[in-house]
């Protein structure tokens, strides 16, 4: 039935929230979609807000909950947080029944010749936990034993939340999970799910999971909140049908994507809006005084500080992702989240540099005026959305695979070329070899910096980034370049957020948010 809404031939405008290089708290991306949808409503227009479903690690970790906040939120804000209708439970029993598969046809002989030395597939658990990163997994009895090296990775990085974000419909969903490479055999082919016949148990536990999950903002907006992947080691969205269905079914889909223009809004563009046939009619670049000073080299203790010379320097980096949008194809609007302790010296300066790039401006404190404090957003929004100006991806289809890093390196990062290790050669080779070496790219990196290196602020310039090694999602359709040091299994902080949540006596919960 959804697909049939999805196939109607409507086609609403799609506004992509995205922004600038980040802190660590992030900036205020989920808050702007929600309350830029808020205000597309109030001002007349059909509107829904598309976002990702919360992964439990970061909630439990540092950044906290996903739902936004304030008086831009979605409901129900703690259900959607801790689990929601369970689609990543659902994503982790899947990804985990084919390493059950895996294993359980290694110690009944290996008919299809597996090299337990080369298996790629890991196990995964929605939890950030540093210890597994790396783990040795040993199936013994009075038959055999095998032991072999093995990783968990978070269930927001796992290939089969990417296939559940990226699937058209169930036939595709099941294509797309035989199509999973597991390993090779001792010939270096490449073994699939499908080979361990996995595919139809793994759509199976996958099929409620794939229908989208219609909630609604704090005001009534409508908002559908559905898939899961990172921004940073996958490709950073909500789901494709959670996005066509919200084009289908109202006049502006406003729809957030992971961390920057460097990692969420290319993805978005390069991966989703490519495979899916879609295109950004408008690109809201959310910007904070807090992340500029940040970028103007102030140490995060210090940020709630008003220091106009080191928003003066971060506006560089907020120059940066103006750039990546124009070369996106995308019409950028700046928008300001402003803050209590941001002063009007800095606004000024904000407000200055959208002018002498010719883009849109708008302040937003939708956090503690809802929808009336997106007003201007939504203004800007549509005007940016009437403006013509249609996405297009940054590299061809036939493109390889190091050709389309180095444009993405040169013209959005601002680098001057990609180092490949040894190892990340001969796996690329090998992937080539078997078919696989394939475009598009899905770069896992810092979020903290245009570079690999979360050191490295501002704008810079002249670096080259190091290509550490290099995977292949053949059920997502793409292949994942990963650079500087990017773990695919975070650690938690040492005073992570889970030490400040609780139920009360009536049920409530509380310190999620």
């Keep these: 039935m959804i697909r049939d809404r999805v196939d109607s031939g409507r086609k ?29 409503r109030r001002a007349g227009h059909t509107a829904v807000a598309v976002l990702r479903q919360p992964s439990l690690g970061p909630v439990f970790g540092v950044k906290g909950g996903a739902t936004g906040g304030g008086k831009a939120t979605v409901e129900p804000a703690d259900q959607i947080n801790l689990g929601f209708t369970g689609d990543l439970h659902a994503a982790a029993a899947a990804h985990n029944l084919l390493s059950a598969l895996v294993n359980n046809h290694l110690y009944f002989g290996n008919e299809l010749g597996l090299d337990p030395a080369r298996i790629r597939w890991p196990w995964t658990v929605d939890m950030e936990d540093r210890a597994l990163r790396q783990v040795v997994a040993k199936s013994g009895g009075v038959r055999r034993t095998v032991e072999r090296d093995g ?6 990085a796992s290939e089969v939340t990417a296939v559940l974000g990226l699937a058209r419909d169930y036939p595709d969903l099941k294509d797309r999970l035989g199509r999973i490479i597991v390993g090779v055999n001792g010939s270096g082919v490449p073994v699939r799910a499908r080979d361990l016949h996995a595919e139809g148990a793994m759509a199976a536990l996958l099929r409620d999971a794939l229908e989208p999950n219609l909630v609604q903002c704090a005001d009534g907006t409508p908002a559908i909140v559905h898939g899961g992947p990172f921004g940073n080691i996958a490709h950073g969205t909500a789901s494709r049908l959670a996005i066509e269905f919200g084009l289908a079914s109202a006049e502006y889909c406003v729809v957030e994507a992971g961390f920057a223009t460097d990692l969420g809004a290319e993805k978005f563009v390069d991966i989703v809006c490519r495979q899916a046939g879609l ?85 937003s404190t939708a956090f503690s005026d809802g929808a009336s404090g997106a007003s201007d957003v939504a203004d800007r929004a549509v005007e940016a959305a009437r403006s013509g100006g249609r996405s297009a991806p940054l590299y061809p289809s036939d493109c390889r695979v190091p050709e389309a890093l180095d444009t993405l390196v040169r013209t959005l990062y601002g680098g001057a070329g990609a180092d490949w290790s040894d190892e990340a050669r001969r796996q690329l080779d090998d992937l080539v070899r078997a078919g696989e070496g394939t475009v598009p790219i899905c770069v896992a990196k810092t979020a903290l910096s245009l570079s690999d290196d ?31 040091e990017i773990e695919t299994m975070p650690g938690l902080p040492k005073r992570p957020r889970a030490e400040q949540m609780d139920v009360l006596p009536d049920g409530r919960i509380v310190g999620v948010g």
Aim: no cysteine.
């Design 151 to 156: 990783r968990f990775v978070i269930t927001a």
């Design 454 to 484: 979360p050191k490295k602020l501002g704008r810079p310039t002249g670096f080259r980034v190091s290509v550490r090694r290099v995977d292949r999602s053949s059920g997502a359709g793409f292949t994942v370049v990963f650079l500087g």
């Design 279 to 363: 295109a950004v009619d408008a690109g809201m670049l959310v910007t904070t005084v807090r992340g500029l000073r940040r970028q103007g080299g102030v140490e995060e203790a210090l940020l709630s500080t008003p220091d106009p010379a080191a928003v003066g320097r971060g506006l560089e980096n907020l120059r940066a992702h103006l750039a990546n949008l124009r070369a996106l194809g995308v019409s950028p609007v700046v928008v300001l989240n402003r803050f209590p302790d941001d002063s009007d010296a800095e606004v000024a300066l904000v407000a200055a540099l959208a002018a002498g790039e010719k883009a849109g401006f708008a302040q």
């Design 12 to 40: 609403g405008k799609l506004v992509l929230i995205t922004g600038m290089t980040p802190t660590s708290h992030g900036e205020g991306k989920t808050v702007t979609t929600i309350a830029t949808a808020m205000a597309l």
